[in-house]
C-alpha cells in the first residue's frame, strides 16, 4: 500500500511553454501532498505544500505564478511550471501523506524529468 | 531553524564489509529522523525512522540506525554491504511543530564494490 505515481516520468518542452505534471496517490486519500525539486546531485528542495481544496503554500523565494499548484482531490495533486525556461529544468518529486494516518509519513512518487529546451 | 548535514557525498565499500553513512542534525525539541535511498532517476524510498523509543531502529534490505542524542548523530548502517545498496541516501529530519515539514541533508552517494 501507500503507492504514490507521476506523470510523466519525464518530459521535453520548448522555452515559453507550458508543462503540467500530475501526482497520484493510488491506494490511500491524501490531504496533503508535497512537491519538491532536485538539482543534479543536490538534495530535494521543498517547493509548496498543497492541501486539498485550498490554495497550495510556498516556501520562500517559490514563484507562485510560475508554479502553478492545484489540489482538487484528495487523490491528485497538479504541479504546472508556466512559461518554462530552460533554468526550470530539474527533477520534480511529490510525496504524499495519508488524511488519516500518522503525519509524518510521507510517500514519495518516482519523480518526473523535466528538459527545457 | 533545524538543519541535517551529511559530511561525506560520497562513501566507498567493498561488498561484504560493514558500511556506515552518516548524519548529524541540529533542531530545537525533539526530531523525528528519517533515512530514505534515492536509485538513479527514481523517488524516494523510505528505509527507517525514529520517533521515539529504542535508539536503534532497524529498517528495510538489513539497515538499520542509532539515534544518539548527546552527539545529535542517526547514522546509517549496514552488517555486510551488498552491490545493490549503491544509491543515493538521504537523512531527514521533521522538527516538531513546522507542520511536518521534512529537511532533507544532502545526501551521501553510497558506492558499493566487489
Known amino acids: 500500500g501507500a503507492v504514490v505515481s507521476q506523470h510523466p516520468s519525464w518530459v521535453i518542452c520548448k522555452s515559453g511553454t507550458s508543462v503540467k505534471i500530475e501526482c497520484r496517490s493510488l491506494?490511500?486519500?491524501?490531504?496533503?501532498m508535497f512537491w519538491y525539486r532536485q538539482f543534479p546531485k543536490q538534495s530535494l528542495m521543498l517547493m509548496a505544500t498543497?492541501?486539498?481544496?485550498?490554495?497550495?503554500?510556498?516556501e520562500q523565494g517559490v514563484e507562485k505564478d510560475k508554479f502553478l499548484i492545484n489540489h482538487a482531490s484528495l487523490t491528485l495533486s497538479t504541479l504546472t511550471v508556466t512559461s518554462a525556461h530552460p533554468e526550470d529544468s530539474s527533477f520534480y518529486i511529490c510525496?504524499?501523506?495519508?488524511?488519516?494516518?500518522?503525519?509524518?509519513?510521507?510517500?514519495f512518487g518516482p519523480g518526473t524529468r523535466l528538459t527545457v529546451t | 531553524a533545524q538543519s541535517v548535514a551529511q559530511p561525506e557525498d560520497q562513501v566507498n565499500v567493498a561488498e561484504g564489509n560493514p558500511l556506515t553513512v552518516k548524519c548529524t542534525y541540529s533542531v530545537s525539541g525533539n526530531p523525528y529522523l528519517f533515512w530514505y535511498v534515492q536509485y538513479p532517476n527514481r523517488g524516494l524510498q523510505f528505509l527507517l525512522k525514529y520517533i521515539t523509543g529504542d535508539n536503534l531502529v532497524k529498517g528495510s534490505y538489513g539497515f538499520e540506525a542509532e539515534f544518539n542524542k548527546s552527539q545529535t548523530s542517526f547514522h546509517l548502517k549496514k552488517p555486510s554491504a551488498l552491490v545493490s545498496d549503491s544509491a543515493l541516501y538521504f537523512c531527514?529530519?521533521?522538527?516538531?511543530?513546522?507542520?511536518?515539514?521534512?529537511?532533507f541533508g544532502t545526501g551521501t552517494r553510497l558506492q558499493v564494490t566487489l
Open positions: 531527514a529530519l521533521i522538527a516538531t511543530g513546522t507542520a511536518s515539514k521534512l529537511t
Open positions: 498543497s492541501n486539498e481544496g485550498s490554495k497550495a503554500t510556498y
Open positions: 510525496s504524499a501523506r495519508r488524511t488519516q494516518g500518522i503525519t509524518y509519513e510521507q510517500y
Open positions: 491506494d490511500f486519500q491524501a490531504t496533503t
